[in-house]
């Protein structure tokens, strides 16, 4: 036995033996300051290698086993994965390294969150010591205060003696000064009333000292076991306790200072304000505005809004003065102030070239500019606004605005009125007056604007310019030639003739209103036209007006504004600046302005953003209340339902156009058009080209696209061919304002119109088992077809109204009857048919309907 225990001892196994454990303490830091030391315990684990056996005590001959089986089943996994064992080896070595890496990332956070609970547990203390100080301050005021009440209690206390006045001095003694039972004897040694009234005063001054010691051990909290067994004489007072008593100290300062005089400001009231700023304006207390408004029946809050009026209530109430100030104040001194006389300098004349359309007004300016702009003009009609500057022989310059003479661009006819300073009125020789010259005399006397006279096409053989003049006269119109004082000159844009004549008549006229502006100024225009280019972004063709419009101003422009990035003239060159009456494409703004908004330039971005949004607001607010007043009251609907009235048919339409002003013609002509049974309505309209979500807002309103002059991208024609959108291309308005009559009149209910056949008497009414009643009948006038309309005629009263169901000749079904002629007639279901009754046949025909 010895032997085998000397030889297993000597085989390697170590003595089965007990190991200590070591032991230490670790702080553990809780919130409030708090900290405990607990007692730990530490083992030693046992290592182990990767391959589970362990690092020590194996025999060397294990090793060589397990390394030839761990190569093999590398080179097994290698050739699963279609790759090298030195690659596998590598990918093992990098998902090593990767593992180390998170490894020691992850310790570095667990380094930076521990330093960061110990940055907030050292915050926690100091907040904590800081709420400690506070609460022992106000322990002690509020000793103090008690301590003082107790003893004004004890002075104030009137003792009435009936012998003589001698001091009390012993009963203004505290109790705590003087023990209980000298005061009683020496009270009692008086004698008679006053030692009862001293006796009464002391009692009321030791209840006082009572009452103070006893309000001390009142907030000292419930009595619990730690306080009854432990000393809790440094026990602190409870948080809330501290804030009733700051709040009755607050209490008590504004009861005292309730009696001062308060101070009267003036306040500003816009024509919404939430209660909090209201407060602050008026130096007043949130909760004392809040409290005010429960006490009149309201449940407001702080950020809750009341209008102008509820705030003037309020203001009144707590002794302030208002002043009403109004959202639309931001624009006040929007257009500067007024030039001095010093200051300006000439400029040159704007002048506008109106007329009917095809009476070659652009001709006429291509003449004075020498270029073609017809051409590029979709049918040979100008479909925009053209702005262009003229520099003549003797270096003078002529702003000219050429406009649409389409009757559906009449909003872009009245702008080019009121921007300009001359009208030149074309009428062609051979035309004479027609629709739209008498709008275009309108709008120029209405914007109060001279007119010059230019009778174009004198060059024809039928052309009569006298006719021209003379029927001039009707719209009070009289030229130079007849007695007036307006100008007339006869030009030819073919031949050239008259052309000095007219831009000398502009530049008389224009001396003769001494036009001036001062371009030392921040500018200000209109703009004329806006659209959104695809390279350069929303573009608005602007006409300065006064002052020079510079690359970098801050421009608003509408419900748009922006910083001006390029000014580009009518020949694509840059500029870098502009200065009055120069009309010029201004880059750089967040969106296309509506045309004939004015263009203001501003100091800075905030004030641009503030106008901006003020005016955004209103159109919604406007586009708001537009569309609540277009709907149809429950009482108009149930009115036009009794009077049979047709429910109206809408065709929506998506409407996209390179121009603003583009978009405005389409849609006033489609309300023009429309009628009380069918309407056409723009969904949406804007200018660009189509894109997705124009074909998903069509889709989703069921509506077709229009575009006029604009393109869809790729995108958005595969989307609107598997979505089923229609898509229809336009360049003039003409074939667009067709192509919507035409849909509107097919919307357009047919016209039923009724034809009278004939009468049939009843002879004999006969009872058919599977077909009912027929009467068997004789035409007396006119004839019967087979499912036309009938009328029963009794006694000369219609009884019933339908359809012939059955009509035959004896056993035949036949189509038609002639007067004279015996037949069976049956009606849909109806059999109430009696001898003697008299039959109205007659035919209904629907006749389709047009717009006019």
């Given at each position: 036995m010895s032997d085998n225990n000397d030889q297993g001892n000597s085989g390697g196994r170590k003595p089965l033996t007990v190991v200590r454990k070591t032991s230490g303490t670790v702080k553990q830091s809780f919130s409030h300051g708090r900290s405990k030391q607990v007692v730990v315990e530490t083992k030693k684990r046992r290592p182990v290698t990767a391959g589970g056996a362990p690092a020590s005590g194996q025999p060397a001959e294990a090793e060589a086993p397990a390394s030839e089986s761990m190569e093999a089943k590398l080179v097994a996994l290698a050739s699963k994965l279609g790759i090298t064992v030195a690659e596998l080896k590598a990918r093992q070595k990098v998902l090593e390294q990767r593992k180390a890496e998170e490894a020691a990332r992850a310790k570095d956070a667990e380094k930076e969150k521990a330093a960061q609970d110990r940055l907030r547990t050292e915050q926690e203390r100091k907040a904590m010591e800081g709420r400690e100080r506070e609460e022992a301050e106000a322990r002690r005021k509020a000793e103090e205060e008690a301590r003082k009440a107790a003893e004004a209690a004890a002075a104030a206390q009137p003792v009435e003696r009936a012998a003589s006045p001698r001091p009390r001095a012993a009963a203004a003694v505290p109790a705590a000064s003087a023990p209980v039972e000298d005061e009683d004897a020496g009270r009692v040694k008086r004698g008679g009333k006053v030692a009862k009234d001293d006796r009464a005063g002391g009692d009321r001054a030791r209840e006082a000292a009572a009452r103070s010691r006893d309000t001390g051990e009142r907030r000292r909290g419930k009595l619990t076991i730690a306080s009854a067994l432990g000393d809790d004489a440094d026990r602190q007072r409870s948080l809330a306790s501290v804030r009733r008593a700051r709040e009755r100290e607050r209490e008590r300062k504004m009861g005292g200072a309730g009696d001062r005089e308060k101070v009267s400001i003036e306040v500003t009231l816009p024509e919404t304000i939430t209660l909090q700023d209201l407060a602050q304006r008026m130096n007043e207390r949130v909760a004392d505005v809040v409290k005010f408004m429960f006490k009149q029946g309201e449940m407001l809050r702080g950020n809750d809004i009341v209008d102008a009026d509820t705030a003037e209530l309020i203001a009144a109430e707590f002794g302030h003065t208002v002043k009403r100030v109004s959202e639309a104040d931001v624009e006040i001194g929007l257009e500067g102030e007024a030039?001095?006389?010093?200051?300006?300098?000439?400029?040159?004349?704007?002048?506008?070239?109106?007329?009917?359309?095809?009476?070659?007004?652009?001709?006429?300016?291509?003449?004075?500019?020498?270029?073609?702009?017809?051409?590029?003009?979709?049918?040979?009609?100008?479909?925009?606004?053209g702005a262009y500057q003229v520099q003549l022989k003797s270096g003078e310059r002529i702003t000219f605005l050429d406009t649409p003479g389409h009757a559906a661009f009449t909003a872009m006819r009245a702008r080019g009125a009121n921007a300009t300073d001359i009208a030149v009125l074309v009428v062609a020789a051979d035309d004479s007056i027609m629709p739209q010259t008498v709008e275009s005399i309108n709008h120029a006397k209405a914007a109060g604007v001279p007119i010059i006279v230019a009778v174009t096409k004198t060059d024809l053989h039928d052309a009569n310019p006298e006719k021209v003049l003379t029927d001039l006269l009707q719209h009070d119109i009289q030229v130079e030639a007849m007695g007036g004082a307006t100008q007339a000159v006869k030009v030819s844009s073919k031949t050239g003739a008259g052309l000095d004549d007219l831009t000398d008549a502009i530049t008389l006229q224009a001396e003769i209103l001494e036009l001036k502006a001062n371009p030392h100024r921040a500018a200000d225009g209109v703009v004329i036209e806006s659209k959104l280019d695809k390279g350069r972004g929303p573009v608005a063709t602007v006409l300065i007006k006064r002052g020079t419009l510079k690359r970098g101003d801050i421009v608003v422009a509408g419900a748009q504004w922006g910083k001006v990035r390029a000014l580009v003239d009518e020949r694509g060159q840059q500029l870098g600046e502009a200065g009055p009456s120069l009309p010029v494409e201004v880059l750089?703004?967040?969106?296309?302005?509506?045309?004939?908004?004015?263009?203001?330039?501003?100091?800075?971005?905030?004030?641009?953003?503030?106008?901006?949004?003020?005016?955004?607001?209103?159109?919604?607010?406007?586009?708001?209340?537009?569309?609540?007043?277009?709907?149809?009251?429950?009482?108009?609907?149930?009115?036009?339902?009794?009077?049979?009235?047709?429910?109206?048919?809408?065709?929506?339409?998506?409407?996209?156009?390179?121009?603003?002003g583009s978009v405005e013609a389409i849609s006033m002509s489609l309300d023009k058009?429309?009628?009380?049974?069918?309407?056409?309505?723009?969904?949406?309209?804007?200018?660009?080209?189509?894109?997705?979500?124009?074909?998903?807002?069509?889709?989703?309103?069921?509506?077709?696209?229009?575009?006029?002059?604009?393109?869809?991208?790729?995108?958005?024609?595969?989307?609107?061919?598997?979505?089923?959108?229609?898509?229809?291309?336009?360049?003039?308005?003409?074939?667009?304002?067709?192509?919507?009559?035409?849909?509107?009149?097919?919307?357009?209910?047919?016209?039923?119109?009724?034809?009278?056949?004939?009468?049939?008497?009843?002879?004999?009414?006969?009872?058919?088992t599977k077909t009912g009643k027929v009467a068997g009948c004789r035409i007396s006038e006119g004839k019967v077809l087979r499912g036309c309309g009938v009328r029963l005629l009794r006694d000369n009263v219609v009884i019933h109204e339908g359809r012939l169901k059955t009509l035959k000749r004896f056993k035949d079904e036949v189509t038609e009857v002639n007067a004279g002629m015996e037949c069976g007639m049956a009606f849909e279901r109806y059999e109430d048919i009696r001898v003697g009754d008299k039959i109205e046949c007659f035919q209904v025909e629907e006749i389709a309907r047009t717009l006019a």
């Open positions: 030039d001095d006389e010093g200051e300006l300098q000439p400029r040159p004349p704007i002048v506008t070239i109106m007329g009917h359309v095809d009476h070659g007004k652009t001709s006429l300016l291509d003449a004075l500019r020498k270029t073609d702009v017809v051409s590029g003009e979709a049918g040979g009609i100008t479909q925009h606004i750089g703004l967040d969106g296309a302005p509506d045309p004939g908004e004015a263009l203001v330039v501003v100091d800075s971005e905030s004030r641009a953003r503030e106008i901006t949004e003020y005016r955004a607001r209103t159109k919604r607010q406007i586009a708001g209340n537009a569309g609540v007043a277009a709907r149809v009251s429950l009482d108009q609907l149930l009115s036009r339902l009794k009077d049979g009235a047709v429910e109206t048919r809408e065709l929506p339409i998506v409407l996209k156009a390179d121009v603003q058009i429309s009628t009380e049974e069918v309407r056409g309505r723009v969904v949406h309209g804007a200018v660009g080209g189509i894109s997705e979500s124009d074909v998903l807002l069509a889709k989703s309103s069921s509506a077709p696209i229009f575009a006029f002059n604009v393109r869809a991208n790729k995108q958005a024609r595969d989307l609107a061919e598997r979505e089923g959108v229609e898509i229809r291309y336009y360049s003039v308005i003409y074939d667009l304002i067709d192509d919507v009559k035409a849909t509107l009149s097919g919307m357009l209910a047919p016209e039923k119109r009724e034809t009278f056949l004939g009468y049939a008497d009843i002879l004999e009414v006969f009872n058919i």
